[in-house]
Structure formats: structure tokens, C-alpha cells
């Protein structure tokens, strides 16, 4: 291996880590590559999917079209990406990677990944923001399976009895009304994760992208309105003070109690909502002036890390399209609760379960973290907003004073 990609992966895998996705699992295995002619071996973060899954019975059956047998090992989503940067430095790549949308920027950046073009996969079909989270420099390194992002649930029992139409929340005043008749009622308003990692700023980000802000510029107005917003709603009593340590797993805990009217989480509680014992809705999250804000795109990349033996492509680009294709797609994102990544399949989807409508209008507005040539600074950006996030609602800094702090702070860290 050359000495300067060595040395790239090694500058990079310095910050791996900081790109875990806010949905990340939590425990992994041992992994290895193979340059076994008849074995290709098969990455992801799926440590909850065993062999007998539907997943991993997905994963079994795409190397059978190619007579080949697909060796699949689940990590969690931190210890993938940092394993993935060790295989490459050894030598030793897995054929095929399913990897967390940010990590993408990160992986390209040590040159370990194939563009989506060399292998001759056809990428056209998926819409361009999901997509956006793979693509650096207008060429795409791999291909999501799905899509995940936010959006409000919301408790129809609360609303009521506050005289609330769910329908008329639409922008940032018409939600405050309704914060506001909640209240009034004694009920509780709003919960969500202000918790200083990145699910913090996951959940800030349509907030604050929803009223126009820019991640090269923290603390511009937009930024600033978004976190006068949420620290208003905590100083108002509308948002309990534990949302800056609550994760996106015990806010979802708080709505799951009954008492609040709102909750910002995402596509992976559908299944719980649908047990919470009370009756729930969905709506997108509004942008400050009306529309759907633009919320983050969570979900995974089909990627294929660079071999040496570069015969092994032609196999492993049937497996790619075994596992992106539509049919698989439908199982694929049903399984995981995730929004398909092509219009086609999303239709699909909402035929079957028509209460996946407002998040594909969510999933249409949605924006990649590491999109519009952000790649590897988005970690950097992100750890100091979601401290600017801790500091305004803590009362330690005025929204805009924290803005301006991190925004410095993320300039200097970039040179």
C-alpha cells in the first residue's frame, strides 16, 4: 500500500469515532476480511439481526445468484467504521460495507472506498438528498437502503382535551398556540434530546435548519432563532429541563407516559407508538415561516472498500444490486421501519401502511449531515453545537453568545 494512503487512513481514523450515528447500536464482534474466491464477507451494524433474521437471511441469499457464499459479521456502528479504517491499513478489506450515512465522508477521505460509477451501478433512481449523504464531489460511494429522519409525534388524547387541531400546526407561532393551550389544560407540552452528543444535534438540526440556518455559520440569525426557540421552551415550561440529558430513548419514554402532546423522534419508534396505549399521529417538523423543516438523514450506505484483486468487483456488484434492488428494498426498509430510498418503493410502502405518509414527505425534505461538501467537517461542527445547544439551555450562555462561541471554536479547530 501506497505510503500516502496509509498515512490518510491514519489521519482519519483519529476522528472516526466522533461520526457514531445518533441511532447507533450498541455492541459488535470481531470482524475480517477474506480473499477466499468463493466467500465474500459482508459488514454491518446490525448486531440485533442474528443469522435466522430476515435480514440475515437477505443478506445469505445475495450471494447465491452469484454461487458464492456471503460471510456476514455485525459490529456497532462506532467499532465498523474504526475497523474499516485498520482493514484497509492491513490489507485486509471486507468486499462489501453497510455503513452509517456520515461515515461515507470519512471513509472516502482515507481512499478506501469504490465510486459507485467504477463498479457500474446505476444510482439514478434514488432521490438526490439521501443520496447526497454518499456523494463527495458528484460521485457517489455507495448506494442507502433506506432512510430514516424526524418528525413530531404527537398524543390526539392530549391534544383535545387542549382544544388543539394538529392540522393547524403548519410553522413556529401556530406550534407556540398550541404549546400554549396544552399548558393551559395541565397537560405537558414538548419533549425531545438536547443531550450533548450528536443525538443532540440530530434532533436540533431542523430547528435550526428550518429557520434557515447555515453549519458554516453557527451563529447566524437562523441558528440563533432556533435555539431562542428551545431554550424558550424550556424557560416557558412547555419543555422539561431534563431534555439536556435526555437521549432520543428516554424522551421517547417521556411521550411514551401520556402526558405530553409532543415528541420529536424518529421512524425507528413506529413500533412503539403503536404499543404507547394511547392514540398518536404524525406530523413533519414545521419550519419557522410553514413547510416541512429540513430534518437529518439517518440511515445506512451499501458501500465497497477498494481490493487489491479487482476481479472480485464483478461478484461483488451483484451482491450490491441484490441487495438494493426493489424487491428487497420493500423487506429490507420494512424490517428496519426505514423510508425507502426510491420513490418507487416509497409508494410501495404507502400503500401498505398509509401512516408512513408524513415521513416520506419528511424524508423528502430531509438533508444529509455531511452533505454539500461538508464530509469530515461535520463532526467538528456538530460537537460544538450541540455544546452551544447545553450551554443556552443550562443557562450558562444567551443563544446567541454560545452560537458565536462555537462557531469561533469550529473555525480555529479547521484552520
Known sequence: MRQTRR???ATVLLTATALASATACSSGSTAQGSSDQGTFTFWDPYPQFDASSDWGKRVASCGTPAGVTVKRTALDTTDLGNKAL???QQGDSPDVMLVDNPVV?????AGILTKMSDLGVDTSSVQQNIIGAGTIDGAAYGLPIGANTLALYYNKSVLDAAGVDPASVTNWDSLNAALAKVKAAGKKGITFSAIGTEEGS?????WFWGAGGDLTHLN???GVDALSLWKGWVADGYAPNDVLSNTQTTSWQEFATGQYAFGENGTWQLANA???GFPYGVITIPAKDGGPAPAPTGGEFVTVPVQKDTARYAVTKQIVSCLTNAANLLGTDTALSYIAPTQAVQAQQTRADSALTPWVSAVAAARGRTSNGLGVKYPVISQQMWT???GALSGSQGPQAALAAAQNAAANHQG
Open 7 to 9: 498515512t490518510a487512513i
Open 86 to 88: 485498520l482493514a484497509a
Open 105 to 109: 465522508s470519512t471513509l472516502v477521505e
Open 202 to 206: 440530530f434532533q436540533f438540526l431542523p
Open 220 to 222: 447566524g440569525s437562523g
Open 274 to 276: 403503536a404499543k404507547a
Open 388 to 390: 452551544a445547544v447545553q
